[in-house]
C-alpha cells in the first residue's frame, strides 16, 4: 500500500524529452500513473495530446503502447484483455485518455465496459479541451472558458460551472470512480492503486494543466492546478458502492478568482461572471458537506 513517496519505485516508464509541451501535466500524469501499474503494462491511448508519446522510433515509452481511434480505447481494452487470457498472460492495461475522447467521442466505448466489467483502469486526463487539435471545447470545458470555438467564452448552461460530472456518473455503473488532480500525487497515486485493484473498470478523472491552451507560464503548471482543488472548482472525491466521500476536505475554500486570474482562457471574465462561479462552488459544496449531493442506494 502507498503511503508515501517512499514506496514508488525510483524508475521512471517514460524517458526524459518527450513531444509534448514543456509543463504537460497530461505526461506527468502518466509517468505517476505507471509508477503504480509497473512495467507489465499496457497503456492504451485514443488519439490525443499523448498520442504524441507513441510516435516510432523517437518514442520515450519504456511499457507497450497501443494508440487507437478516438472512439474505442476501452473496446482495444477489452480486446486485449481477453487475448491476455487466451495467452495465459497477466498483465496490466491502463487506458489513458483525454477527456474529449473520454467525455464526449468514445463515452459509448467506456460505458460499456464499464457495464460488462471488462478488468482495466482508466485515467481520463482531464485538460477540459480539445488539446491536440487546437483547443476546441469539450464537456469538460468550464463555462466561459475561452476556446477557439467559443472565442467570446463558453456559454454556461444553467450551472456556471457546466461541466459535466464525469466521475459521478461513471460511479452510477457501479464501479471505483474517483477525481484527482496532478498537484496532489499521493491522493492520485492512492486511487490508482484502489482502480487497479478493482474488478472492473477502475475509472479517474484527473484534472491536468495544460499551459499551452489555458494560456499561463508553464512553469506555473502545478500552482494552477493545485489552486482548481484549493478553491473548490475541481473537489477531490472517490466513488465506492455507490457513496460518495470527499479526500480533500479543508474547513475554508479559497477565493474561485485566485484559480482564473492567472489564465489568458478567464482573462475577459467580469466581476459578475467570477461571482457566479463563485456562488455556484459555494452551493456545490453545500451539498458536499451535508452528505446530500449524490447519494444512491449500496448496490
Ligand atoms: C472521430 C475523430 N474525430 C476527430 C479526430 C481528431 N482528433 C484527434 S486528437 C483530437 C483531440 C482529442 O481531445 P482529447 O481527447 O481531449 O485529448 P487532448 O488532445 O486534449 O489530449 C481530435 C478531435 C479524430 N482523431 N477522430
Ligand atoms: S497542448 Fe496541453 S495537454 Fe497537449 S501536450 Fe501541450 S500542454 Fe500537454
Ligand atoms: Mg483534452
Not at 14 to 25: A, D, E, K, L, V
Amino acid at each position: 500500500m502507498i503511503k508515501s513517496f517512499k514506496d514508488l519505485p525510483l524508475e521512471n516508464l517514460i524517458s526524459g524529452g518527450t513531444p509534448t509541451c514543456p509543463g504537460c501535466g497530461g505526461e506527468l500524469g502518466l509517468k505517476l500513473a505507471l509508477k503504480v501499474m509497473g512495467k507489465d503494462t499496457i497503456v492504451v491511448n485514443a488519439s490525443g495530446c499523448m498520442t504524441l508519446l507513441s510516435n516510432y522510433p523517437t518514442t520515450p515509452m519504456k511499457v507497450s503502447f497501443i494508440h487507437n481511434a478516438i472512439e474505442n480505447a476501452p473496446a482495444t481494452a477489452t480486446g486485449i484483455m481477453h487475448a491476455l487470457d487466451k495467452l495465459g498472460r497477466k498483465m496490466d492495461i491502463l487506458c489513458y485518455v483525454g477527456d474529449g475522447a473520454t467525455y464526449d467521442i468514445g463515452f459509448q466505448s467506456l460505458s460499456g465496459a464499464a457495464a460488462r466489467g471488462d478488468n482495466m483502469v482508466y485515467v481520463c486526463y482531464n485538460n477540459s479541451c480539445y488539446g491536440n487539435t487546437g483547443n476546441q471545447w469539450s464537456t469538460a470545458t468550464p463555462a466561459f472558458a475561452k476556446t477557439t470555438t467559443t472565442p467570446p467564452g463558453k456559454k454556461s448552461r444553467g450551472n456556471p460551472l457546466s461541466r459535466k460530472d464525469m466521475a459521478k456518473i461513471m460511479g452510477a455503473h457501479g464501479i471505483y470512480s474517483a477525481t484527482a488532480s496532478t498537484a496532489f500525487p499521493l491522493d492520485y497515486l492512492k486511487k490508482l492503486e484502489k482502480a487497479r485493484a478493482f474488478k472492473g473498470v477502475g475509472f479517474i478523472d484527473l484534472l491536468v494543466n495544460c499551459p499551452t491552451n489555458w494560456g499561463f507560464s508553464a512553469a506555473k503548471g502545478i500552482e494552477v492546478i493545485r489552486l482548481a482543488v484549493q478553491t473548490g472548482i475541481w473537489p477531490l472525491y472517490e466513488v465506492e458502492n455507490g457513496k460518495l466521500e470527499l479526500t480533500y476536505n479543508p474547513k475554508v475554500l479559497l477565493p474561485v478568482e485566485k484559480f482564473l486570474k492567472g489564465q489568458d482562457r478567464f482573462k475577459h471574465l467580469k466581476k459578475r461572471d467570477i461571482q457566479r462561479i463563485q456562488e455556484a462552488v459555494n452551493t456545490e459544496w453545500k451539498q458536499y458537506r451535508t452528505g446530500h449531493y449524490w447519494e444512491s442506494d449500496e448496490y
